[in-house]
């Protein structure tokens, strides 16, 4: 069963609940993107609990700002928000 192109299967639903760590990519396009089926199966071969999604975002600070940091447990960011996700943050390490 696919949605929007993503294998279901791949995101291990049957495991999911309302504790499951949230990842994802945020871009647009990001339909395209293998991370989702890269990411899911590490998670999957370490049993480790978690799902990472394709977020498709048009603007960065509005999807934060919709989007308490405690809703996900973490992002990539990929074309065209790299360079709005620097000017999100609240610390940058200079490397």
């Not at 949230?22 to 049993?47: E, F, K, M, W």
């Not at 989007?67 to 609240?90: Q, R, W």
Request: a negative charge.
């Amino acid at each position: 069963m696919t949605w929007n192109g993503l294998e279901l299967a791949a995101c291990r639903l049957p495991i999911q609940n309302p504790d499951t760590p949230v990842y994802g990519v945020i871009g647009n396009p990001v339909g395209h993107s293998r991370s989702p089926a890269l990411h899911n199966g590490a998670l999957a071969s370490c049993s480790m609990p978690g799902v990472y999604v394709p977020l498709l975002v048009d603007s960065l600070p509005d999807f934060l700002a919709a989007f308490p940091s405690n809703d996900y447990a973490g992002f990539s960011v990929t074309i065209p928000h790299k360079e709005a996700a620097l000017e999100c943050c609240d610390e940058v390490d200079p490397v």
